[in-house]
């Protein structure tokens, strides 16, 4: 018999009733032994007053507190919390999931050390479906949760189906505390949320890591309960379902901020096989000569180079001086060492100079794109494709640089 314990890993912001239904599965259908760190993100819906209680009749419970005057985020508190946690291994795990029985056991039995194991996610119809995941409604709200439905159907799927595992990573997942913590954790570049997990599942394949997900263990995930859609979800007279109101402001101006650091720091978008297994294009030290470019135009491409160097003279000295104000709050990058003059020859492995005013929809995506082709068809010299001159002076790679942070 395992007798590993797990630490779950809960930051919630306002999510009182999320996180009391999925504590309540977790004691019912997993034990008494594992223990469950919580983290109140500045909430104002009693979270941290029912948090308290709890500790008075759970000593398996630990809790934390941000006293805001703003929220951290989960980037910043999944940390805060694996710090505390006392066993050896520990599991990201969301306010709105709710734990089948032998979940534990399931990912317990496939997690080594050098390895990440993820449970397989069951979700009512909120979001596009996908091999990774099954779709099945067994509500949209704690209220109307049909637990006796979702218990019967994980039985029988579980009595009928072969492949044990596959190859791919989501939330909820676990992980030896000392492998997490060997390369730093979350990134904090993306605090206070988006993006900062498909960063560190970039890092743990580079790190050699094996991800592995179980079609054994379950949960049963309600989705986006937290900045993206606070209101919840609600059910139409005809029975579909839908988020209540689009994303909040918050987590789409957050959304696009963690999106373009992602860029800045990998050189390319978020990328990942079917199963969620992520693919990692190498990195390159790229520097962008560019010619023509207004405000509006750097802020489209500053991000997909290491360096970019203009002719930022008389109001365009201005205009590059007051994008720098506006977007440096934005990223740890120091935009005022990426920004240069064209009278500086670039250092860069490889540059590309190019005319920023002939930039359309369809050439920009080979700057989109520049990763893969320099890996399929750069080599040492100079070439031309569309409107782009490029000069490579060297083909190394540095994305192995990127495993542990900063």
Request: aromatic share 10%; glycine share 6%.
């Given at each position: 018999?395992?007798?590993?314990?797990?630490?779950?890993?809960?930051?919630?912001?306002?999510?009182?009733?999320?996180?009391?239904?999925?504590?309540?599965?977790?004691?019912?259908?997993?034990?008494?032994?594992?223990?469950?760190?919580?983290?109140?993100?500045?909430?104002?819906?009693?979270?941290?007053?029912?948090?308290?209680?709890?500790?008075?009749?759970?000593?398996?419970?630990?809790?934390?507190?941000?006293?805001?005057?703003?929220?951290?985020?989960?980037?910043?508190?999944?940390?805060?919390?694996?710090?505390?946690?006392?066993?050896?291994?520990?599991?990201?795990?969301?306010?709105?999931?709710?734990?089948?029985?032998?979940?534990?056991?399931?990912?317990?039995?496939?997690?080594?050390?050098?390895?990440?194991?993820?449970?397989?996610?069951?979700?009512?119809?909120?979001?596009?479906?996908?091999?990774?995941?099954?779709?099945?409604?067994?509500?949209?709200?704690?209220?109307?949760?049909?637990?006796?439905?979702?218990?019967?159907?994980?039985?029988?799927?579980?009595?009928?189906?072969?492949?044990?595992?596959?190859?791919?990573?989501f939330a909820p997942w676990a992980i030896y505390k000392d492998d997490f913590v060997s390369i730093g954790g979350h990134d904090p570049l993306y605090a206070p949320q988006s993006k900062e997990d498909s960063d560190i599942f970039n890092r743990f394949v580079l790190a050699g890591y094996e991800l592995k997900q179980t079609w054994?263990?379950?949960?049963?995930?309600?989705?986006?309960?937290?900045?993206?859609?606070?209101?919840?979800?609600?059910?139409?007279?005809?029975?579909?379902?839908?988020?209540?109101?689009?994303?909040?402001?918050?987590?789409?101006?957050?959304?696009?901020?963690?999106?373009?650091?992602?860029?800045?720091?990998?050189?390319?978008?978020?990328?990942?096989?079917?199963?969620?297994?992520?693919?990692?294009?190498?990195?390159?030290?790229?520097?962008?000569?560019?010619?023509?470019?207004?405000?509006?135009?750097?802020?489209?491409?500053?991000?997909?180079c290491s360096d970019i160097y203009g002719d930022w003279v008389g109001h365009k000295g201005f205009g590059i001086n007051d994008y720098v104000k506006k977007e440096q709050p934005?990223?740890?990058?120091?935009?005022?060492?990426?920004?240069?003059?064209?009278?500086?020859?670039?250092?860069?492995?490889?540059?590309?100079?190019?005319?920023?005013?002939?930039?359309?929809?369809?050439?920009?995506?080979?700057?989109?794109?520049?990763?893969?082709?320099?890996?399929?068809?750069?080599?040492?010299?100079?070439?031309?494709?569309?409107?782009?001159?490029?000069?490579?002076?060297?083909?190394?790679?540095?994305?192995?640089?990127?495993?542990?942070?900063?």
């Amino acid at each position: 018999m395992d007798d590993r314990k797990i630490s779950f890993i809960q930051p919630s912001r306002n999510n009182k009733k999320y996180l009391e239904w999925s504590y309540k599965s977790i004691r019912r259908n997993l034990g008494p032994d594992h223990e469950i760190c919580w983290a109140d993100d500045f909430s104002d819906d009693g979270t941290w007053e029912w948090m308290n209680s709890v500790c008075l009749l759970d000593p398996n419970v630990k809790i934390h507190r941000n006293e805001g005057p703003t929220r951290l985020g989960h980037t910043i508190l999944y940390d805060t919390l694996v710090d505390m946690a006392t066993n050896d291994i520990v599991m990201i795990y969301h306010a709105d999931m709710y734990a089948c029985p032998n979940m534990d056991v399931e990912v317990l039995k496939h997690l080594e050390r050098g390895t990440v194991v993820s449970a397989t996610r069951i979700e009512p119809p909120l979001h596009p479906k996908g091999p990774e995941k099954i779709i099945e409604d067994f509500g949209i709200e704690p209220e109307e949760f049909s637990e006796h439905g979702l218990l019967q159907f994980v039985s029988n799927y579980v009595a009928t189906r072969e492949d044990e595992t596959t190859n791919g990573i989501f939330a909820p997942w676990a992980i030896y505390k000392d492998d997490f913590v060997s390369i730093g954790g979350h990134d904090p570049l993306y605090a206070p949320q988006s993006k900062e997990d498909s960063d560190i599942f970039n890092r743990f394949v580079l790190a050699g890591y094996e991800l592995k997900q179980t079609w054994k263990g379950f949960v049963y995930h309600m989705t986006c309960r937290g900045s993206r859609f606070a209101d919840g979800a609600v059910r139409n007279p005809n029975g579909q379902v839908f988020m209540k109101n689009r994303e909040t402001d918050e987590w789409l101006a957050q959304n696009q901020r963690s999106t373009r650091n992602f860029v800045r720091k990998w050189g390319h978008m978020v990328k990942h096989d079917e199963l969620l297994h992520p693919i990692v294009p190498p990195k390159y030290d790229v520097g962008f000569v560019v010619e023509n470019c207004n405000n509006n135009l750097l802020k489209e491409i500053e991000p997909w180079c290491s360096d970019i160097y203009g002719d930022w003279v008389g109001h365009k000295g201005f205009g590059i001086n007051d994008y720098v104000k506006k977007e440096q709050p934005n990223t740890r990058f120091d935009l005022q060492q990426k920004i240069h003059s064209d009278h500086i020859e670039p250092e860069n492995d490889v540059v590309v100079r190019f005319d920023a005013s002939k930039l359309n929809q369809d050439n920009f995506q080979i700057l989109v794109n520049l990763s893969e082709i320099l890996q399929e068809s750069g080599e040492v010299g100079e070439m031309e494709l569309e409107i782009f001159k490029f000069e490579i002076k060297s083909l190394k790679t540095y994305e192995k640089d990127l495993i542990n942070v900063v």
